[in-house]
């Protein structure tokens, strides 16, 4: 888009003033939440120069399986090769641009395109042409399959969730995700995430939110809210003993010293070996930059993944992990399902939140909101990363 397209939508003073101390500085402006021009720059510089959630390793879940997904208005693919190796592709045949893929496949073999029948294996390499050089002659001088097989989109699974890097310039996600995982060490031990990679069939929930996704991933920051939001969760989970949580530029978020669900519930259910036996009932929250959001307790961890569909329309996607193979066990079932319903009625009550800011966002009374001093660093955090991030797209902003 021209500069011009940009024109009164924000102005790089409006986020001069996000960097400032937090106690000085004011949020990002009210246009970045109902923009549809911004929706789009945020798309295409934003989480495209970062390592978004797309959608869960679970929606290809057998091997030689393919699943839709809608990126910000982009249209990909997600397939599981024979070997279990998942790939992310553009939706897009090489020929004349078909969408591939419109319906999940638990059983492809591969891709056929709709139009004319090119055939795509999951790897994305090109296989058939049929027709090419006129009928039954599949082959034609000068063509080449190995040069026009499907678009991949650089990806990487972790923690279940598929994460996309659509520039290919991002950073590589092991040092993207290392401070997290160095962080979590002190709880679960060197490896102890990779138990937590494949999710428990049955839990998991979607929640639909009338607003920007980025309301849901700065609400997800910080505990301030947690009295007058949560107050169930407030009960088992106080407010006064929760901490910040800013120790890396892509992440922020909030712990509690105190989470004693299972207690209060009643669920038994399998817990790390290696979390610290002083520290049982300490629980970490993390909003990983842009739109994951990650939960890690002794005896279950969920991520969030915000899917924006507009520029105030969202969905969460929710998926809960256990401990091991032997949280698969029956005997678990009534506990996890209780978990499960707990998370989806915080999330739930977040709802009136994230849509109550979302509908002043149009009002010229709001100029970006202030930060408390001693509650928001978390919040703040994820605004400066959002400020930085507009601020190397200066090419479409205006001074």
Known sequence: MSNNNYQNIIRLRDLDAVNQPIAEATGMPGAAYTSDQLFDFERDHLMANSWAGLTFASDVQSNGSVAPVDFMGLPLIVARTRQGQINVFHNVCSHRGMKLVSEAKP???GISCPYHTWYYDLDGNLKSTPFIGGVDVNRVEGFSCEDNGLKTVRSHVWMGVVFINLSGDAQSFEDFIAPLEQRWAAFVGDSGLAHLRQPMPGNASQI???SNWKLAAENFCESYHLPWIHPTLNTYSPLDQHYDIVFDKNMSGQGTYVYNHSEVAGTRLPQYSEWPEDKKRTAEYITLFPNVLLG???????????????????VEKLELYFVGEEAAADQYDACKDAILKAWVQVFAEDIVAVEGMQATRVSPGFDGGVFSPVMDHPTHHFHKWLAGHYIEGTEVLVD
Do not use: G, N, W
Request: hydrophobic share 45%.
């Open 107 to 109: 059983q492809a073999r």
């Open 208 to 210: 639909t939110v009338k």
């Open 296 to 314: 890690l307790q002794v005896d279950h961890a969920y991520a969030m993944i915000l899917q924006p569909q507009a520029e105030d329309l969202t």
